[in-house]
């Protein structure tokens, strides 16, 4: 790729934004022309990526995020309460736990990570049909969806589809992965609604009530791929963020490189097979008024890959039809806990994201909808 120097030896970033955006090709295709040294757009600030990873997880090694078993949750007994228990500890603490004995085929899950491969790696020429900056579309494909008002470009390519609420039509999704979508769709929608019922009850609310307020409603899904970079140490997969939605329900592959900030430390995540990994998002905690937490994390470049993840986040978009009002959640406010937050509609908090340069290391998007 040609980098956008002037004569002068200035640099203009703008133009060289714009030069790799018109290829469409994304990191991919940066990596296919055998690219051995990372273009100015994607390297970060060099002292931040060195600094930030050498607090990352050597010393944390023995720590890992909560697992909890579904296998047991509608036998006799004392088991639901006790995963129902888990889920508080690890919503207060972590904002971050794993999910096994859930049910959905290993097969199903394969497919899943398959299709999204595959998307990424079809002919360069039938993918650009899906590039587009448009975020009002339903299905898109392209390279960091803050890439204009980002300062930190990262190496992954993002297929984007939101599969709920509303019909979508299957045509829109792209036929190399279409019908694996469509049934994991299926699956993931019982399985968001089983993790919303053990956080109602994880909040001393009734089974039925965060369903009850259209937090399942809306399902985004991003398929990530992150190709082997040639200098991962100064560039980021993904950015240190945290998500908008109420939770995430994420699917990766074996590769790694997935990191939580917890405790003033970043813990790796080792990738366990079969296990989802679920992670509370920042409209979570803003309806329980801070008791659930929406935890800071990031993946790093690597050498190794293509990395390929796939996250389904309960949120709504930038849809003008998403018109519900949420606050701090009436049941968890008292005198001594009175509200944080303002009430605001959902695609307020997606436009922010969208459109505001954000650095997470200072405060976290939410500090715009606090009293």
Same mark, same amino acid.
């Given at each position: 790729m040609m980098e956008a120097d002037h004569e002068d030896g200035s640099y203009d970033r703008n133009k060289e934004l714009k030069l790799f955006d018109e290829t469409?090709?994304?990191?991919?295709?940066?990596?296919?022309?055998?690219?051995?040294?990372?273009?100015k757009i994607f390297v970060h600030d060099n002292h931040k990526v060195n600094d930030s990873s050498s607090s990352s997880s050597s010393s944390a090694t023995n720590v890992s995020i909560p697992v909890i078993d579904l296998g047991s949750l509608h036998e006799e007994g004392n088991s639901r309460h006790e995963i129902v228990q888990k889920v508080k500890d690890?919503? =207060? @603490?972590?904002?971050?736990f794993q999910v096994v004995n859930h049910k959905i085929p290993q097969s199903i899950l394969d497919e899943m990570l398959d299709?999204?491969?595959?998307?990424? =790696? &079809?002919?360069? =020429?039938?993918? @650009? =049909?899906?590039?587009?900056?448009?975020?009002?579309k339903r299905v898109f494909y392209n390279t960091n969806f803050n890439f204009y008002t980002t300062s930190e470009v990262n190496w992954r390519d993002t297929l984007y589809c939101l599969l709920a609420p509303g019909p979508l039509d299957p045509h829109q999704l792209p036929s190399i992965c279409r019908d694996v979508i469509i049934e994991y769709l299926d699956h993931i929608k019982k399985l968001a609604l089983t993790l919303l019922e053990l956080l109602s009850e994880a909040l001393g609310l009734e089974g039925n009530y965060l369903k009850d307020i259209d937090c399942g409603e809306g399902i985004f899904m991003v398929g990530n791929y992150y190709p082997p970079c040639p200098e991962p140490e100064l560039t980021w997969g993904l950015s240190a963020h945290t998500d908008m939605g109420f939770v995430t329900i994420?699917? &990766?592959? &074996?590769?790694?490189g997935l990191q939580v900030f917890h405790e003033n430390q970043w813990f790796d995540i080792t990738p366990f097979p079969g296990a989802f990994i679920i992670n509370l998002g920042d409209m979570m905690q803003l309806i329980t008024n801070d008791k659930f937490m929406s935890a800071k994390h990031r993946v790093v470049a690597q050498k190794v890959g293509p990395r390929v993840s796939v996250s389904c986040s309960l949120r709504q978009h930038v849809q003008d039809e998403c018109l519900r009002m949420y606050g701090p959640i009436k049941e968890l406010v008292t005198k001594e806990n009175p509200p944080i937050y303002k009430e605001m509609k959902m695609p307020d908090l997606v436009k922010l994201v969208y459109t505001t340069k954000l650095d997470y290391d200072i405060s976290s998007p939410l500090k715009h909808f606090r009293l």
């Open positions: 469409k090709a994304g990191v991919k295709g940066l990596v296919d022309a055998g690219l051995t040294k990372l273009p690890a919503g =207060e @603490k972590w904002g971050f299709g999204v491969r595959k998307f990424h =790696e &079809q002919d360069a =020429e039938v993918k @650009k =049909e899906f590039y587009s900056r448009d975020i009002t994420l699917l &990766q592959d &074996q590769v790694g």
